[in-house]
């Protein structure tokens, strides 16, 4: 336990190194610096942690998790201006606009322009691409305190931390240690990209998290609902249908298209364009691309691509325990995605807690040298960079490749 304690400390004091750092994209360097010092630390506290068992354990994880937290709450969200996009997207909405209707830019919303958001917009040219709860969730926030991105940021925190709580009933209902909680809630990357930068992404903790834990409780209506509140915040929670029971898939599938379909309604009653700048993102947005992409960047082939990982998981690796196809979907679209935004991994954080992978578990620390975008003039991730970022999976790979190899088993099936 002093060793994990001592790595505690040595987490939020990286927090609290990198919260004062006034601008991570022009700090860049010392950002990645001090965010390898945190993962360091996270790793060092899994590690002792892992087998940790009672009360104890587990206040340290929670107690040292919410400092850390704290730290960054606070911080200016500069490595990604989207919380300023949130704020926007709730002011043309508090002014009766639809914000799929016009893009910042559009003459018509010339009036809601001011010094402090619109500036920090990115893509001003592009219509919102965020689902209908996501667009309503920051009205909501909007309403109590306008034109605050600190609000915006709390707001998203609070229900995060729902979404420690809802980790820790998966882990339990899963018979699994509550100390693994630890994996998710001290993840540097979690800490940095929900409570520094305050990417909504947090907000779908809970909802995965709860839409796993009632599918390991049998309560597959549940988990379809709550998979289909989690699609009208970000759309690729639909894709965990896929991990349930096939017996179960009649009613999680109705109670997700129920929710997604509520969701929906009022756009598709007017006739608005719901999806915005969606397609624009899947075409002309290139940052850290997918693997897929990275070769052949054609949209229709990077989706072929994800349908088939979807398709291999829900079908085809069935006998596989839940957590660990669980992570292996998640993580899968996530490095076959468009783009790796470093964010996107919060829920693969999420599903780790549950069924630990040191390969994927390294990748949400590698993965944030996406970051190196910013040492370069112009702005570009460097080789060495993207090497870096992938060389746990591909380690992880290919350990997989040699133990099933040297199993005599795989070998005489194979022949």
């Not at 994209?25 to 940790?52: H, K, P, Q, T």
């Not at 219509?127 to 305190?145: D, E, G, I, N, S």
């Not at 995060?160 to 018979?175: N, P, W, Y």
Request: charged share 10%.
């Amino acid at each position: 336990m002093t060793g994990a304690a001592v790595a505690g400390l040595g987490l939020i004091a990286a927090c609290a190194a990198i919260a004062r750092l006034s601008n991570l994209v022009e700090s860049a360097a010392a950002f990645l610096v001090w965010f390898s010092v945190a993962f360091l630390c996270y790793a060092l506290a899994s590690w002792r942690l892992a087998a940790a068992r009672g009360p104890r354990a587990l206040a340290l994880v929670i107690v040292v998790g919410v400092i850390a937290r704290l730290t960054l709450v606070l911080a200016a969200p500069t490595l990604s201006t989207d919380a300023y996009r949130y704020v926007w997207d709730a002011r043309v909405a508090q002014a009766g606009i639809s914000p799929y209707a016009f893009a910042p830019a559009d003459r018509e919303l010339e009036r809601l322009r001011d010094a402090e958001i619109f500036p920090r917009l990115n893509h001003p040219t592009w219509r919102t691409l965020y689902p209908p709860a996501t667009q309503a969730f920051f009205h909501t926030v909007y309403r109590l305190m306008p034109d605050s991105v600190l609000a915006m940021k709390l707001a998203v925190a609070l229900l995060e931390l729902v979404g420690v709580a809802t980790v820790l009933g998966l882990l339990r209902a899963a018979g699994r240690p509550l100390s693994h909680a630890v994996i998710y809630v001290w993840n540097p990357l979690v800490l940095v990209e929900v409570w520094g930068t305050g990417h909504v992404d947090g907000v779908l903790v809970p909802l995965v998290a709860g839409a796993m834990w009632a599918s390991v409780r049998s309560r597959y209506a549940a988990a379809g609902a709550l998979l289909g509140v989690g699609t009208l915040f970000k759309l690729y929670p639909a894709a965990l249908l896929g991990l349930l029971p096939v017996a179960a898939w009649p009613a999680a599938t109705a109670s997700l298209a129920g929710v997604v379909l509520l969701g929906y309604a009022p756009g598709l009653v007017t006739g608005t364009a719901v999806l915005g700048s969606l397609p624009r993102y899947l075409t002309e947005e290139y940052f850290n691309p997918g693997l897929v992409r990275s070769v052949v960047d054609v949209p229709i082939v990077t989706a072929a691509a994800a349908a088939a990982w979807l398709t291999a998981l829900a079908v085809v690796r069935r006998p596989t325990p839940l957590g660990e196809r669980a992570v292996l979907l998640v993580g899968g679209l996530l490095v076959l995605a468009p783009n790796i935004f470093p964010w996107y991994a919060v829920s693969l954080a999420t599903v780790l807690a549950w069924a630990p992978s040191l390969p994927w578990i390294a990748f949400t620390g590698t993965v944030m040298f996406a970051y190196t975008f910013f040492l370069q003039d112009p702005w570009n991730i460097p080789g060495w960079a993207r090497t870096v970022e992938f060389t746990p999976l591909a380690l992880g790979g290919g350990w997989w490749l040699l133990t099933r190899l040297s199993t005599p088993g795989w070998r005489e099936r194979a022949t």
